[in-house]
């Protein structure tokens, strides 16, 4: 069954300071199954983020279209939890507030939302934290909360926007792994935004490799990798290095001339800041 | 990061009186420089007093009673125009901070009127609302409730995007959004509004008082002068400096303590 279906996405925005009008989102079509994780790749600036944006319900398409369950994409929505870059938790709840928080939003009672985040905590290796405030945690568990605060919303899609390009490199691993290790137990629908090749492949089944603005769907690769995954036994696969490699031509061949903007806005000025409150 | 929890409340008893004792020796220096200055220079004492005069003043104003009647008056006007400029400031600077049009527009009038709040408003204040309790009220909530509002905005401009989404993208219906993120993540600059505005409002408590009421610390400094009482006059000004101390060491730093600090988000301003 297919839980995220996007059909020939387009995103244009005039441009606050030069006011033309850009593509940021050429066309994208492609749909994630019910329970497959899915990472869509791209050089930076290539419009994903904008993309995932668009599926959050944050920003709106200038055309086509984006279903999940089968219904219209109209604003934010417990159904497809976000987990941010920034982690973006609340300073001012602990660690059990944060991750009880869409819950006591839908109406649920405490004593029930309390049993399902401490199933979550545990899941992502923090039970004993509740108390803390996230300014207390490292960065690596500030993200396994961002993660635990999203699946205990049971979302139908669980959107990642390059969840650990954040933390140092070491950690980043471990949290990918332990994402795999989450995945498998619990197998929800994964659409994760990343720029790292290595990543993309380790953590999905299949990648939807976007080109370079306006963003089109190159290609969509299947990682040909057994679960459970460990990087000590991926990094020795011949099929993961394959992959890695063929996936790393393919965003090379997209690049128009190794321009390196790394951290050009992914979203315009214009797009992106605009208050919602 | 963290620093412990003892080190920040100001820890056991020892060190909790030094620092009681550091803070006490300014004012005894002064107290001594003071009365050796009036006893060299043979000032007349009504034009300035001795330590000890003042400190019979006190003990005057303690017996008669006058000192708690003015001091309850103060207090209680001073608690009321509080509670009316955080009922409004609060809300408006939050109801500005979401929208960037109304930010745009209201951000220069309220800067302007920031520097405006308070005393220059007394002659309104006694226009419309007559010499009295409500003229020294509106003037209390009138010298806040622009720094408030004008903090709020900006702490409510400074959440972070990804923080507002995270609230919506998890069914934060709008109207909880006030309660939920907009205030405790403006709170950081919702006590600097409240401490820049305490300070207008006790200030500008004092000037109304001297002008439009028959009670209160700021009448009572008023009417001692009338009477060459200059002793009164500086007891008087002790006890409004000694109390906005308390209030500043009572309310905003438990404040901060309990919330921006624990919660890591202590404003680096000011």
């Known amino acids: 069954m297919r839980t995220l279906e996007i059909s020939n996405l387009h995103k244009e925005f005039v441009d606050a300071y030069t006011g033309q009008t850009v593509v940021a989102v050429g066309d994208v079509s ?40 089968g219904k219209q994409v109209d604003g934010p929505s417990p159904e497809r939890g976000v987990v941010f870059q920034s982690f973006a938790l609340f300073p001012w709840k602990t660690v059990l507030g944060n991750v009880t928080f869409g ?43 961002g993660v635990a605060r999203v699946l205990a919303n049971e979302p139908e899609v669980m959107l990642m926007d390059e969840p650990f390009a954040s933390v140092d490199a070491q950690t980043r691993r471990k949290l990918q792994e332990e994402l795999t290790g989450i995945f498998e137990t619990k197998r929800p629908t994964v659409f994760f935004v990343t720029h790292d090749v290595d990543e993309a492949v380790f953590l999905a ?73 | 990061m963290t620093a412990t929890p003892a080190s920040r409340r100001g820890g056991h008893l020892p060190r909790r009186l030094s620092a009681a004792f550091w803070f006490a020796v300014p004012f005894v220096a002064l107290a001594v420089i003071w009365a050796i200055a009036v006893e060299l220079s043979g000032v007349e004492r009504r034009i300035f007093p001795q330590v000890t005069d003042v400190a019979s003043a006190f003990a005057e104003m303690w017996r008669s009673g006058d000192l708690f009647t003015h001091t309850g008056a103060s207090l209680r006007r001073m608690g009321l125009g509080v509670i009316a400029a955080l009922l409004t400031g609060i809300p408006f600077g939050v109801l500005l901070g979401s929208s960037r049009v109304a930010a745009a527009f209201f951000a220069p009038l309220l800067r302007f009127s920031v520097a405006l709040a308070g005393i220059a408003w007394i002659p309104f204040a006694t226009l419309w609302l007559g010499y009295g309790e409500r003229a020294v009220v509106f003037i209390v909530w009138n010298a ?9 905005m900006l702490g409510v401009q400074r959440i972070p995007t990804q923080l507002i989404r995270a609230a919506r993208s998890m069914g934060t219906p709008r109207h909880r959004m006030f309660v939920e993120v907009l205030l405790p993540g403006a709170l950081p600059n919702i006590v600097t509004g409240l401490r820049v505005g305490l300070g207008y409002g006790w200030r500008g408590l004092v000037a109304a008082e001297i002008i439009a ?3 209160g610390l700021g009448y009572s400094i008023f009417l001692a002068q009338k009477y060459f009482r200059t002793d009164i006059i500086i007891a008087g000004m002790i006890i409004i400096g000694a109390l906005w101390l308390v209030i500043d060491r009572a309310l905003l730093a438990p404040l901060e303590r309990r919330t921006v600090e624990r919660w890591g988000m202590k404003a680096v301003n000011l």
């Open chain 1, 205 to 277: 089944d299949r990648v939807v490799v976007l080109s370079s603005r306006p963003s089109q769907v190159a290609e969509i690769v299947t990682v040909p990798l057994e679960r459970p995954r460990h990087w000590r036994s991926a990094l020795d696969n011949p099929d993961f290095r394959h992959t890695v490699t063929y996936l790393t031509d393919l965003l090379a061949a997209g690049e128009p001339n190794a321009d390196e903007s790394e951290d050009a806005p992914e979203t315009s000025a214009a797009a992106g800041a605009v208050g919602e409150g």
């Open chain 1, 103 to 145: 819950l006591r939003m839908r109406g649920v009672p405490r004593a029930d939302r309390e049993a399902v985040a401490h199933q979550y905590l545990e899941l992502v290796g923090l039970q004993g934290f509740e108390a803390k405030y996230p300014h207390e945690l490292s960065g690596g568990m500030q993200q396994r909360l």
């Open chain 2, 213 to 215: 009421a028959s009670a």
């Open chain 2, 144 to 152: 806040m409730f622009f720094a408030l509002a004008y903090n709020t």
């Open chain 1, 30 to 69: 492609f749909s994630i199954e019910q329970g497959e994780f899915v990472s869509v790749l791209g050089p930076s600036g290539c419009g994903k983020t904008t993309v995932l944006n668009i599926v959050a319900g944050f920003d709106t398409q200038t055309s086509g279209s984006v279903l999940v369950g």
